[in-house]
């Protein structure tokens, strides 16, 4: 465009020259809109007062500075805007950081409200409990108001008739019947010898500590002679493994559970199974392999007796339903010492003999009806025999008794429990009136209830 203004006044610079005029040219230097330097001549036209278009060049200039002056702007709002971009970026950024710190502070807040509710909820307690306390201790130290008795409602205690004679003797009176007068008759725990009437729970009061303890015998003698051990000692033998010797002694049965025994004794010859018993300072037991019976001296730690049971099955031949080579198994009760096994005379039926404490000689045999292997245990109380389902289930019953007094048998139905389901060994002890057992680790105690003689078989 430039070069166009500069043609047009080169032309008008002609036509004033040959016209000869006497008006002067001027020169005019100046930057263009790129910043080079541009020199431009200007004629006046004697002719002509004004030439056609000559405004057109200031107002080009005009725009083209506008238009640089423009781009110039345009360049910083970019620039700008680019800027403005990052600090909005970074204002969004303090205004989500100023949001989660006011979040949190409130939350804080909260948990501080929560925390001093549930204070003040704690105080409240206690100072319940405080008032609830003291009213007890008030309550323990305040005498009772008597408003019921014998007949004479709502009362008081200070009431005159209550402190007369008569009613002191007749209450002595009342206190003076003896308990056993009040129950109806069957109805009380018999203490003689008699029937089983039921069987408690299980009390355990020792876990045996490893597996030589899955089975065995432990017992305490109803009936011990002489001051070296007593009714309260606990003997024991884990019957599990193959040269069973050792039997170990407590003190009483706070020792017994506690574990520390007072004393080991190794006996004489190895025990077969679980079916010792101990009765009068002595412990019988069936020896290993054999149907060699043995009666080994607790005070003077001898073998004392020794004597084959005639005939008896031994080692698998006649065993209880659990195993364990229960052939013979040996129990004490209130008419002496017994022997629990079968023969092949009578193919495997439970034969029942009274033996002879000191020599074990036979004094007399009884046969059963039932056979050996399908009852899991059997003890005996009072002469009679009674058998024990099962080893295993949770609830079973005693399910046989046979009386040897009147060779009586019949099918009962006692609930027994096997706890621990897996029951080896069951003995009476009739000083205590309990039985106690071997399930499956555990050594457990059962309370019995006996009734009286002539009930059951008669």
């Known amino acids: 465009m430039w070069l166009q203004g500069f043609y047009l006044c080169l032309s008008c610079l002609t036509l004033s020259t040959v016209s000869q005029t006497q008006d002067r040219a001027s020169l005019h230097r100046s930057n263009d809109h790129a910043g080079r330097c541009q020199y431009t001549f200007s004629v006046a036209s004697p002719q002509e007062s004004s030439c056609p278009g000559s405004n057109v060049k200031p107002e080009m200039d005009g725009v083209l500075s506008r238009l640089t002056l423009l781009e110039a702007l345009v360049s910083r709002l970019i620039a700008g805007q680019d800027g403005d971009v990052e600090t909005g970026v970074t204002a969004n950024d303090e205004e989500g950081l100023q949001e989660a710190f006011s979040q949190v502070t409130g939350e804080?807040?909260?948990?501080?409200?929560?925390?001093?509710?549930?204070?003040?909820?704690?105080?409240?307690?206690?100072?319940?409990l405080e008032e609830l306390s003291q009213e007890a201790?008030?309550?323990?130290?305040?005498?009772?108001?008597?408003?019921?008795?014998?007949?004479?409602?709502?009362?008081?205690?200070?009431?005159?008739?209550?402190?007369?004679?008569?009613y002191q003797e007749m209450k002595a009176e009342v206190t003076e019947v003896p308990a056993s007068h009040l129950i109806p008759e069957g109805n009380h725990t018999f203490t003689g010898c008699g029937e089983v009437q039921s069987v408690g729970d299980?009390?355990?009061?020792?876990?045996a500590d490893s597996i030589t303890g899955k089975y065995g015998v432990w017992l305490q003698d109803p009936e011990p002679q002489g001051e070296l051990y007593t009714n309260k000692t606990v003997w024991r033998i884990d019957a599990v493994g193959k040269d069973v010797r050792q039997l170990f002694a407590y003190e009483d049965m706070d020792q017994f559970s506690r574990g520390f025994p007072m004393k080991v004794?190794?006996?004489?010859?190895?025990?077969?199974?679980?079916?010792?018993?101990?009765?009068?300072s002595s412990l019988y037991y069936q020896r290993k392999r054999s149907r060699s019976l043995i009666r080994y001296d607790l005070a003077s730690e001898k073998l004392a007796?020794?004597?084959?049971?005639?005939?008896?099955?031994?080692?698998?031949?006649?065993?209880?339903?659990?195993g364990g080579y229960t052939d013979i198994d040996l129990a004490a009760d209130?008419?002496?010492?017994?022997?629990?096994?079968?023969?092949?005379?009578?193919?495997?039926?439970?034969?029942?003999?009274?033996?002879?404490?000191e020599s074990l000689a036979v004094k007399k045999s009884w046969e059963t009806n039932i056979r050996k292997n399908t009852v899991a245990n059997?003890?005996?109380?009072?002469?009679?025999?009674?058998?024990?389902?099962?080893?295993?289930?949770?609830?079973?019953?005693?399910?046989?008794?046979?009386?040897?007094?009147?060779n009586e048998e019949r099918a009962v139905a006692v609930p027994f429990k096997n706890k621990y389901r897996y029951n080896s060994m069951v003995d009476y002890n009739h000083a205590q009136k309990k039985l106690h057992a071997w399930d499956n680790f555990h050594m457990v105690t059962y309370d019995i209830r006996l009734g009286r003689a002539n009930q059951g078989s008669g």
């Open 334 to 357: 209130e008419q002496g010492l017994w022997a629990i096994y079968s023969t092949n005379k009578v193919k495997g039926n439970i034969v029942i003999s009274q033996l002879d404490p």
């Open 265 to 280: 004794l190794v006996l004489p010859e190895p025990v077969e199974s679980t079916g010792a018993t101990m009765y009068r």
């Open 137 to 166: 201790e008030n309550l323990r130290q305040k005498p009772c108001q008597q408003t019921h008795i014998l007949g004479h409602e709502n009362r008081p205690a200070s009431d005159p008739a209550y402190g007369n004679g008569a």
């Open 202 to 207: 299980p009390v355990m009061h020792r876990k």
């Open 108 to 128: 804080r807040n909260q948990l501080q409200e929560d925390k001093s509710r549930l204070n003040r909820q704690v105080q409240e307690l206690q100072r319940r």
């Open 378 to 406: 059997s003890f005996m109380v009072c002469g009679r025999l009674y058998t024990v389902a099962s080893y295993t289930a949770p609830n079973t019953t005693i399910n046989y008794v046979f009386d040897t007094a009147t």
């Open 305 to 322: 007796s020794r004597l084959d049971l005639p005939h008896a099955g031994f080692h698998g031949q006649f065993p209880y339903s659990w």
